[in-house]
């Protein structure tokens, strides 16, 4: 078993910091640690539990403490216990999970909440009416066949080798608790307009948020307005990484978040060469294909500390990019991106069944196929290619604040 020195280390609540920097409010239950675990072919909660599992690490992997693959034909069941402070409940309270490999079905005190399809995908319910006093019983049942129906999984593969890794399963990202006011904001879509000197703010559900932008600790601004100019702003880029924070409220909710002035395009230099540009001027991204898999924790960091180490030593190395291949990671690690100065290619998770020796190499040699061919492709499964698109729709959505992405591949 080979652990990294973070594995070595690792903590009864692993990953236990605030897992979403890029809309944040003070209140957090983390959910993280011992939890238990069962193997089983039928979707059920059982009477007992066969583990005890490490949670968020998948039951495939060192750190999870089971080290046991989940075939095919079985289903994870886990069950975590919890009580909550009488405070905590503000009006709302909803659960979040970070990614759950592939599908995953949540229950609250014996009751059906809500279920989520796609493994690389951050998602949220409210379970407010599902809660009571004292003690709360969590199940959550997962179900990963990998390739065989034909949904997302990135470099897994049932039988690994060559350059498909381990397949992994179940909870693989934080768990943990917020709560809200009956009346909150939903989400935010923060859009630096460069040229003309703005940021735009896009609110799901509220016409009427205070927005309070910060440079440091000066009070820059403090409006109703959602287009708010920004005159003789302070750009971001790898050489000067520079963040303006800013702090939302609604009602009796608050929302801390930050943006970067920055503008990704592409044009042509003096010379009438095509170049990728950074604020409107040609800029070279020079960085690695970067997998973000561990030896003990697979998809799943050992701990942030890990995560930022990553960033922090390539940035020391010399490289100015990551193209963040086929995995979307979790948001800490797109934070320190954005304040380390990394610019982020950023992927989108493959899918499909086997792929053939044709479906692999012959894009290679710049020969076209037609990608309707679903059988060709591995891609005859109709949910399947829906729920591509449903992903990515999810990701893009996940992602949009973080200011370090220049592309989507």
Not at 77 to 103: M, W
Not at 169 to 192: A, C, F, M, N
Request: charged share 25%; hydrophobic share 35%; with cysteine.
């Amino acid at each position: 078993m080979l652990l990294t020195k973070w594995g070595r280390e690792i903590k009864d609540i692993p990953l236990s910091e605030y897992p979403r920097p890029q809309f944040k409010r003070d209140s957090f239950f983390c959910l993280n640690g011992k939890w238990q675990l069962s193997f089983s072919k039928e979707k059920r909660i059982p009477d007992s539990f066969e583990y005890e599992i490490l949670v968020p690490f998948s039951p495939e992997t060192p750190l999870s403490g089971v080290l046991r693959e989940l075939k095919n034909d079985e289903f994870l069941i886990y069950q975590k216990s919890f009580t909550l402070d009488e405070s905590f409940n503000k009006g709302r309270v909803f659960i979040n999970f970070g990614a759950v490999d592939q599908i995953a079905e949540v229950y609250l005190n014996g009751s059906f909440v809500a279920s989520h399809y796609g493994g690389y995908t951050p998602f949220t319910f409210e379970i407010t009416d599902y809660l009571k006093d004292g003690e709360n019983i969590l199940n959550v049942i997962a179900e990963d066949k990998c390739e065989e129906n034909e949904y997302s999984r990135g470099k897994q593969r049932t039988k690994r080798g060559g350059i498909w890794y381990t397949k992994q399963s179940g909870i693989w990202q934080s768990v943990w608790l917020e709560s809200t006011p009956e009346d909150y904001i939903k989400s935010v879509k923060i859009t630096p307009d460069f040229d003309n000197e703005q940021v735009s703010f896009e609110f799901e559900n509220e016409n009427s948020v205070e927005i309070l932008i910060y440079d440091g600790n000066e009070l820059i601004a403090d409006t109703n307005d959602t287009v708010i100019k920004l005159p003789q702003f302070k750009a971001w880029s790898p050489e000067n990484p520079f963040l303006y924070d800013v702090v939302f409220k609604y009602g009796k909710d608050r929302v801390k978040s930050y943006f970067g002035m920055r503008k990704f395009s592409a044009g042509t230099d003096e010379k009438g060469i095509e170049r990728l540009f950074l604020n409107n001027k040609p800029y070279f991204h020079n960085g690695l294909l970067d997998q973000g898999y561990y030896p003990d924790g697979f998809l799943t960091p050992p701990s942030y500390e890990a995560l930022e180490n990553d960033v922090i030593t390539m940035k020391e190395c010399g490289f100015n990019m990551l193209r963040k291949h086929i995995k979307i990671e979790p948001l800490l690690w797109y934070h320190y991106c954005d304040k380390n100065g990394i610019i982020v290619w950023q992927d989108m998770i493959n899918g499909g069944g086997n792929y053939s020796l044709e479906t692999s190499a012959i894009p290679f040699l710049n020969i076209t196929l037609d990608d309707s061919n679903y059988k060709t492709f591995k891609r005859t499964n109709e949910r399947a290619r829906e729920l591509y698109y449903q992903e990515l729709k999810e990701m893009i959505n996940a992602l949009y604040n973080c200011p370090c992405i220049a592309m989507w591949v």
